[in-house]
């Protein structure tokens, strides 16, 4: 009989815990205390998963005492795997997941990853820690699989059960076990490959290309402001030809685009190959704030807005519309960016109180001044896009303007464009 733990309850691992509780006894683990107490009372902070949904757990429990997953056989660890401040992979927690499971691994149990890694990684990295720790023997005594994450946060469409699953195992058989297994809770089927390594890598490229996409929408953006041409204009246009990308310039963060190039890049190096397509497409997107910053500026002072104090109001502070995941939110530094120079107040409705006061940002907990010099609709949140243009109008002071950073908004004179 199949036993799972799942490893790490975020923005993956709850979804999955839930999902394959319908059909098998399922333990969710974590470290944090505070998550498996909101978790227990049917509440989950990322937004992700209603009380209803949790209400209707079924043969899914959440602990965070190590000693409830003794019993699984089947592990799935979907800890995060972010970067260190010099931009290499961090794998404490990833490592620390892998001694955990590692107490625990019994004869004939399978480990499957979902964390995002470099190609290799598993093999490499997680199983010398299993294989050590546990004193069984990899590919004899234990097996992995890999089964990289989709999660898109806040999307309510493409969910779990609707996005396609890459599977693979670490033999044949076990492979077979985890293509089996993901078929029972997702509704658009599997893609079972190879190898471990496949997996880690089709994963690892699906987000580097996109970053390198918007980079060069991004480094267009720029070069046609100088040219004088406009670049929303410009993409309509082009998109009328078949196999045109249609991306959009803008702020890149969240905890998949932002992170997994560099992954790529390290690994890379390690086997004395450097992309330098892949670096200078991070180093072209960890720039906009700056650039943002920059038109603002050039906005306020073509305008005239001349006082002692330019009131801002920035509209939204996550990475993304529609989920209040503020991981690697770029929105964050073009806050900190303006706050040198300007009073800036952020209102963005989605996000916990607590994250503001933590990063002391300062926040509206409703919107009460009808005077500011820029409004920024930095993140296109329903509840924004809803309030429309008329209703933003009603938070702007005298020859005020509207900068709109994806240009989501109907270009009139007092609004803005990247």
């Not at 800890?79 to 992979?89: A, D, Q």
């Not at 892998?98 to 598993?122: A, R």
């Not at 004395?272 to 960890?286: A, C, D, V």
Request: contains cysteine; proline residues 3%.
């Amino acid at each position: 009989m199949i036993k799972i733990a799942v490893i790490g309850l975020g923005y993956v691992g709850l979804p999955l815990a839930i999902a394959f509780s319908k059909f098998y006894k399922v333990i969710g683990y974590d470290v944090n205390k505070l998550r498996i107490l909101q978790l227990k009372k049917n509440i989950d902070s990322t937004g992700e998963i209603t009380s209803k949904q949790l209400s209707k757990k079924n043969k899914l429990f959440f602990s965070n005492d190590v000693n409830d997953i003794i019993n699984a056989n089947t592990f799935i660890i979907t800890v995060p795997t972010p970067l260190k401040k010099n931009n290499k992979p961090d794998l404490k927690l990833l490592k620390s997941a892998c001694i955990l499971v590692s107490k625990f691994i019994k004869k004939n149990d399978v480990v499957i990853f979902e964390s995002t890694v470099y190609p290799g990684l598993t093999e490499e990295i997680c199983v010398p820690i299993l294989n050590k720790n546990s004193k069984l023997k990899f590919n004899k005594d234990f097996f992995c699989g890999y089964s990289p994450e989709r999660i898109n946060p806040g999307d309510k469409k493409n969910n779990l059960e609707n996005i396609k699953k890459i599977t693979s195992g670490s033999n044949k058989k076990t492979a077979n076990f985890v293509d089996k297994l993901y078929k029972k809770i997702i509704k658009a089927g599997t893609h079972k490959v190879s190898s471990i390594k496949i997996a880690e890598a089709a994963k690892v490229i699906e987000n580097a290309q996109r970053d390198i996409n918007i980079a060069f929408i991004n480094d267009i953006t720029k070069l046609f402001d100088k040219l004088n041409i406009d670049i929303y204009e410009t993409l309509k246009a082009a998109s009328t030809k078949w196999n045109f990308l249609n991306f959009k310039p803008g702020l890149v963060g969240g905890h998949c685009v932002a992170i997994d190039p560099y992954y790529l890049y390290y690994k890379g190096l390690s086997v004395g190959y450097q992309s330098n397509l892949i670096l200078s497409s991070r180093k072209i997107n960890e720039s906009m704030p700056d650039y943002v910053v920059k038109k603002i500026k050039q906005n306020i002072k073509k305008r005239s807005i001349k006082k002692r104090k330019i009131n801002i109001l920035l509209l939204g502070i996550t990475f993304k519309e529609n989920c209040n995941d503020t991981r690697n939110s770029l929105v964050i530094d073009v806050y900190k960016k303006l706050s040198k120079n300007y009073l800036v107040e952020v209102y963005d409705p989605l996000v916990n109180s607590n994250f503001f006061l933590k990063n002391k940002i300062k926040y509206l907990k409703k919107i009460i001044k009808f005077s500011y010099d820029v409004v920024i609709l930095a993140v296109p949140h329903n509840y924004f896009i809803n309030l429309g243009t008329k209703k933003l109008r009603k938070y702007m002071a005298k020859n005020s303007f509207i900068f709109d950073l994806k240009g989501v908004l109907s270009k009139e004179n007092d609004i803005e464009y990247i």
